[in-house]
């Protein structure tokens, strides 16, 4: 039988098999032995695909004189208890009427010894925290167990942890941009891999989620997206957030709501927000900046919570970005903390433009300084702070070049490092009245040699190799689609609430 030619040498030569039946791939073969007026039966389960057999069950001994009917067994499989199951039928003792299971063999409690080729539980976690997040939702349903282990935390922990330092990083992006359809504006967005988006952005604009309500993508953080809605009333606007992991679909509840009065905000002093992680604490955290006139209040709402708590009071400052930049535990936008209410843009120093930077594990803030080489002439437009793998990035035009700086050890002024100065011509965008609009980087290869632009005034993609001042490819994207933004992202099974 051809079943059975998984089966160790020296089991065959003392074979005495018979096969009781089989249940998701795995089959109980039962031997048995005659002494006397006894008849002892015991079992054992194998996987023909991965040839792993126990050893033998406990025994199960039978008086002959006792049974005038066949008495029954039979191999099944329990879902509720994930548990694979023996069964015995006793004909009760020559009363032919009645049937009683009398004996019930549980596969999963079978001691170490007993079960030996089997793979132990810490070793089947270890493997599955490598498996793709795709692959384990597929395979949860063949197992009650590993469906709870992947949501259900109170089961382990550390398992969502785990598969998280074991995924893949700086290899896929989650590309956000808003696209104009039937009258209508939505936020889509695509993860990933990032060879793909460098070698086929086009493709990957057209195959996305788009999001079927408003909503504002406020950040990403190791798989988690974080969503902001917002109803505009008369006097006041508030806003919530909910999370929502793209690799698992499960999206969270909406948080409770924040109210801002609009006579409480006047320009520049604008109310911003920022999504970020505190592993410290493991809490997935948005943080909201009271920015007022005089004072600014921090308010923090941790993942799951029930209200938003206020955190921190400083200084207000006119502010330059709305969403923060979350790098190494803390959230970044750009600000003028020494300017005044009544500053213009083209009168700013260099020197006025620094980094406010909020502490998401010590709840404390502080500043960070420009690049010592920026321009000491403000550009026209505002540059942009943005996370570029993993590390603070800033983008601005000088002159007739786009000039891109990145940070490659966060909070060290000195770390500054020139990542990108070219000029618009090189880049084939054409400059006729003033500056175009500043390109927004997506994307730079591992090798940091060649990065991924999307351009608004041409309305294409350029694939830029910094190395050899070249252009590797260009592609048109439909004008309808705008606001183009990446995110670092991690295919993780990160719960959007808390259980």
């Given at each position: 039988?051809e079943?059975?030619?998984?089966?160790?040498?020296?089991?065959?030569?003392?074979?005495n098999y018979a096969?009781?039946?089989?249940c998701?791939?795995?089959?109980?073969?039962?031997?048995?032995?005659?002494?006397?007026?006894f008849k002892?039966?015991?079992?054992?389960?194998?996987?023909?695909?991965?040839?792993?057999m126990?050893?033998?069950?406990?025994?199960?001994?039978?008086?002959?004189?006792?049974?005038?009917?066949?008495?029954?067994?039979?191999?099944?499989?329990?879902?509720?208890?994930?548990t694979?199951q023996?069964?015995?039928?006793?004909?009760?003792?020559n009363?032919?009427q009645k049937?009683?299971?009398?004996c019930?063999?549980?596969?999963?409690?079978m001691?170490?010894s007993?079960c030996?080729?089997?793979?132990?539980?810490?070793?089947?976690?270890?493997?599955?925290?490598r498996v793709?997040?795709?692959?384990?939702?597929?395979?949860?349903?063949?197992?009650?167990?590993?469906?709870?282990?992947?949501?259900?935390?109170?089961l382990d922990?550390?398992?969502?942890?785990l598969h998280l330092?074991?995924?893949?990083?700086?290899?896929?992006?989650?590309?956000?941009?808003?696209?104009?359809e039937?009258?209508?504006s939505?936020?889509?967005?695509?993860?990933?891999?990032l060879?793909?988006?460098?070698?086929?952005?086009?493709?990957t604009?057209?195959?996305?989620?788009?999001?079927?309500?408003?909503?504002t993508i406020l950040?990403?953080?190791?798989?988690?997206?974080?969503?902001?809605?917002?109803?505009?009333g008369?006097?006041?606007?508030?806003?919530?957030?909910?999370?929502?992991?793209?690799?698992?679909?499960?999206?969270?509840?909406?948080?409770?709501h924040?109210?801002?009065?609009?006579?409480?905000?006047?320009?520049?002093y604008?109310?911003?927000f920022?999504?970020?992680?505190?592993?410290?604490s493991?809490?997935?955290q948005?943080?909201?900046?009271?920015?007022?006139?005089?004072?600014?209040?921090?308010?923090?709402y941790y993942?799951?919570?029930?209200?938003?708590?206020?955190?921190?009071?400083?200084?207000?400052?006119?502010?330059?970005?709305?969403?923060?930049?979350y790098?190494?535990?803390?959230?970044?936008?750009?600000?003028?903390?020494?300017c005044?209410?009544?500053?213009?843009?083209?009168?700013?120093?260099?020197?006025e433009?620094?980094?406010?930077?909020?502490d998401?594990?010590?709840?404390?803030?502080?500043?960070?300084?420009m690049?010592?080489?920026?321009s000491?002439?403000?550009?026209?437009?505002?540059?942009?702070?943005?996370?570029l793998?993993?590390?603070?990035?800033l983008?601005?035009?000088?002159?007739?070049c786009?000039?891109?700086w990145?940070m490659?050890?966060?909070?060290?002024?000195?770390?500054?490092?020139?990542?990108?100065n070219?000029?618009y011509?090189?880049?084939h965008?054409?400059?006729l009245?003033?500056?175009?609009?500043?390109p927004v980087?997506?994307?730079?290869?591992q090798?940091?040699?060649?990065?991924?632009l999307?351009?608004?005034?041409?309305a294409?993609?350029?694939?830029?190799?910094?190395?050899?001042?070249?252009?590797?490819?260009?592609e048109l994207?439909?004008d309808?689609?705008f606001?183009?933004c990446?995110?670092?992202?991690?295919?993780?099974?990160?719960?959007?609430?808390?259980?």
């Amino acid at each position: 039988m051809e079943i059975l030619s998984w089966l160790p040498v020296k089991d065959l030569l003392r074979f005495n098999y018979a096969i009781l039946g089989a249940c998701n791939g795995l089959v109980c073969l039962q031997d048995s032995c005659i002494e006397d007026k006894f008849k002892e039966y015991w079992f054992r389960i194998g996987n023909p695909t991965t040839r792993v057999m126990t050893k033998d069950s406990p025994y199960i001994r039978l008086n002959l004189n006792d049974y005038k009917h066949p008495f029954m067994f039979g191999f099944g499989y329990d879902e509720w208890n994930d548990t694979y199951q023996v069964v015995l039928l006793d004909n009760n003792k020559n009363q032919s009427q009645k049937l009683e299971v009398i004996c019930v063999h549980l596969i999963t409690s079978m001691s170490s010894s007993q079960c030996s080729p089997v793979v132990p539980q810490e070793l089947m976690v270890e493997i599955l925290s490598r498996v793709p997040v795709k692959d384990l939702m597929r395979l949860r349903c063949i197992s009650k167990w590993l469906n709870t282990l992947v949501f259900d935390p109170t089961l382990d922990p550390t398992f969502v942890k785990l598969h998280l330092q074991k995924s893949s990083k700086n290899t896929h992006i989650l590309l956000t941009f808003r696209d104009y359809e039937n009258d209508e504006s939505r936020y889509c967005a695509a993860p990933c891999s990032l060879q793909n988006l460098l070698h086929n952005p086009s493709s990957t604009v057209d195959v996305c989620h788009r999001f079927n309500h408003d909503y504002t993508i406020l950040g990403v953080c190791n798989g988690l997206v974080c969503l902001q809605d917002s109803y505009r009333g008369d006097e006041f606007e508030e806003y919530w957030v909910r999370f929502w992991n793209p690799s698992t679909r499960l999206m969270g509840e909406d948080s409770p709501h924040i109210r801002i009065r609009f006579g409480d905000h006047n320009y520049p002093y604008l109310f911003m927000f920022g999504f970020g992680y505190d592993d410290w604490s493991d809490r997935y955290q948005v943080v909201f900046l009271d920015n007022k006139l005089q004072k600014m209040e921090v308010r923090v709402y941790y993942l799951g919570d029930s209200c938003w708590r206020n955190t921190l009071t400083c200084d207000a400052f006119p502010a330059l970005s709305v969403h923060g930049a979350y790098v190494c535990g803390h959230l970044n936008w750009l600000a003028l903390p020494k300017c005044g209410p009544g500053y213009r843009w083209g009168t700013v120093t260099i020197n006025e433009l620094e980094i406010f930077s909020y502490d998401l594990k010590n709840e404390k803030c502080s500043y960070l300084s420009m690049p010592d080489g920026l321009s000491e002439v403000p550009p026209p437009d505002v540059p942009v702070l943005e996370v570029l793998k993993g590390c603070l990035c800033l983008s601005h035009h000088q002159g007739t070049c786009f000039v891109v700086w990145i940070m490659r050890k966060f909070g060290v002024a000195k770390s500054w490092t020139l990542l990108l100065n070219v000029s618009y011509e090189d880049l084939h965008i054409r400059v006729l009245h003033g500056l175009p609009a500043l390109p927004v980087i997506l994307c730079l290869s591992q090798n940091d040699d060649v990065m991924l632009l999307a351009s608004y005034d041409s309305a294409e993609f350029i694939l830029y190799n910094k190395k050899d001042n070249s252009i590797d490819g260009r592609e048109l994207f439909n004008d309808d689609k705008f606001f183009f933004c990446s995110y670092d992202f991690v295919q993780s099974l990160v719960l959007p609430y808390r259980n």
